[in-house]
């Protein structure tokens, strides 16, 4: 399984960005996902996830909620972060990862992280 994050970038306070997580390898749909954060010189943050399961549905941090918002597209194998009202606070690297559970307390899966840099 490969997951592969993009979209990250640099944008000014108050701005949106859109992060993308492409899923191959395996049948998507069997895939919860979740996103997560680590700033420089700070431990990783759980920012939320999408489970595989509808009824479930999607959890987002407090930190992030009524900001951001989770989506996904079974057709595309794609995960979206979409993150509006942007603050500083919100510059960090940011990863996808993968899990067949149903609400993964551990994900076995992980991209690489792409930047998103927030300018005051």
């Known amino acids: 399984v490969q997951l592969q994050a993009s979209g990250g970038g640099l944008v000014q306070a108050g701005g949106s960005l859109r992060l993308s997580c492409a899923v191959s390898g395996r049948t998507f749909r069997s895939f919860s996902v979740g996103w997560f954060r680590q700033a420089p010189g700070k431990e990783r943050e759980f920012v939320g996830f999408t489970s595989w399961n509808d009824f479930t549905g999607t959890t987002l941090s407090d930190s992030v909620k009524g900001r951001f918002t989770i989506s996904r597209d079974n057709a595309k194998n794609t995960v979206y972060l979409q993150m509006s009202s942007l603050k500083p606070e919100d510059t960090a690297d940011y990863y996808c990862?993968?899990?067949?559970?149903?609400?993964?307390?551990?994900?076995?899966?992980w991209g690489q992280g792409t930047l998103v840099t927030v300018s005051s």
């Open positions: 990862a993968a899990d067949l559970q149903l609400q993964p307390a551990q994900y076995e899966y």
